[in-house]
């Protein structure tokens, strides 16, 4: 029997299939990774956060985990207000991760530069098993090199990259794709910390840069 439903989903304008009980199954669909990403400031979160919404609003089981080292927020919130509720999780705890996984459609990841690589074989099983991953994350340090999650994530051939840029800070063109990382107002040394949460912006903040104007002492 012809089904709309079934028709329109072929056709990609949505992504599940409903089943018997009304809510959207992925049981018989493939799976994907869509990974937002750029430099700070450039809406990788709002772009999360709103396809969030779209599934969740569809009664299809949804969540977004965040990483416990991340302690600005409980809630995954863009810059421009927009938010989801998060699920604050230990970023090496793998078996909790995977669990999430197994239990949800649609699993949202926010600031996944902070999880470890050995998270990448989880959701590469999640996708073989029809799930629909959403991840945002910066994809550089503010060196300009890749964070190994990013770079592993950017491997795949199953992730669909979705790069913005952002406004950079000095000339303000359209143009920034590094972060920059302020000690003081003064760029920091090569050798600083990878990680650094800004608990105290007054001495660490981040400015999105172009590759001119990025600065590295």
């Given at each position: 029997?012809?089904?709309i439903e079934r028709y329109v989903t072929l056709a990609g304008i949505l992504p599940f299939v409903k089943g018997p009980t009304g809510v959207y199954d992925t049981s018989d669909m493939?799976?994907?990774?869509?990974?937002?990403?750029g430099p700070m400031a450039c809406g990788k979160t709002l772009e999360l956060v709103r396809h969030l919404q779209i599934h969740s609003e569809q009664r299809i089981p949804t969540i977004c985990l965040r990483p416990a080292t991340d302690t600005r927020s409980e809630k995954v919130q863009s810059r421009s207000?927009?938010?989801?509720?998060g699920l604050t999780i230990p970023e090496s705890d793998l078996d909790a991760i995977r669990r999430v996984t197994e239990e949800y459609d649609v699993i949202g990841i926010d600031?996944?530069?902070f999880f470890p690589p050995g998270v990448?074989?989880?959701?590469?099983d999640a996708v073989r098993h029809g799930k629909r991953?959403?991840?945002?994350?910066i994809d550089?340090?503010?060196r300009g090199e890749a964070f190994p999650i990013t770079a592993a994530l950017l491997s795949l051939p199953e992730t669909d990259v979705q790069r913005t840029r952002a406004v950079c800070s000095v000339c303000r063109e359209h143009n920034a794709t590094r972060t920059q990382r302020l000690r003081n107002g003064t760029p920091v040394r090569r050798d600083d910390p990878t990680v650094v949460v800004d608990d105290n912006p007054s001495v660490i903040t981040y400015e999105p840069r172009c590759i001119e104007h990025h600065v590295i002492l």
């Open positions: 029997m012809f089904s493939p799976g994907s990774i869509t990974f937002f990403t207000g927009l938010c989801y509720e600031e996944v530069q990448v074989p989880i959701l590469l991953l959403l991840v945002a994350g550089t340090d503010f």
